[in-house]
């Protein structure tokens, strides 16, 4: 039951492309080095929504995807630091891919601030 409980359930998933566009093209935006953080307060949903987008240039799956699980990981851990309704999209560059993934974990924290 724990596991369950600690998911990252589909539901608050942004999985559209059309709402991938609104969160980017309206949301507020945050820039780091490696990651860019939009943040869109008032998505008309009950419930938080978090992306992930990772650029092509980072050509290893393996990194790619754990990229995305420390993203993952991280957006679950700190989702109480978001409103109820907030649309959030991290984009992560290419040049994500030669940095080390705790250092990208401490660029998201500073982003979502």
Do not use: T, W
């Amino acid at each position: 039951m724990i596991a369950q409980k600690e998911a990252f359930p589909k539901n608050i998933r942004v999985k559209k492309e059309s709402e991938f566009k609104r969160i980017l093209e309206k949301g507020i935006k945050k820039k780091g080095e490696d990651l860019i953080v939009f943040r869109l307060k008032g998505m008309g949903v009950e419930e938080q929504k978090f992306g992930i987008k990772i650029a092509g240039g980072i050509k290893k799956a393996v990194l790619r995807n754990k990229i995305k699980r420390m993203i993952r990981e991280f957006l679950r851990k700190k989702k109480d630091k978001f409103d109820k309704n907030e649309g959030v999209v991290v984009v992560c560059k290419s040049s994500a891919g030669r940095v080390d993934v705790r250092e990208l974990e401490e660029e998201l924290e500073s982003l979502i601030r």
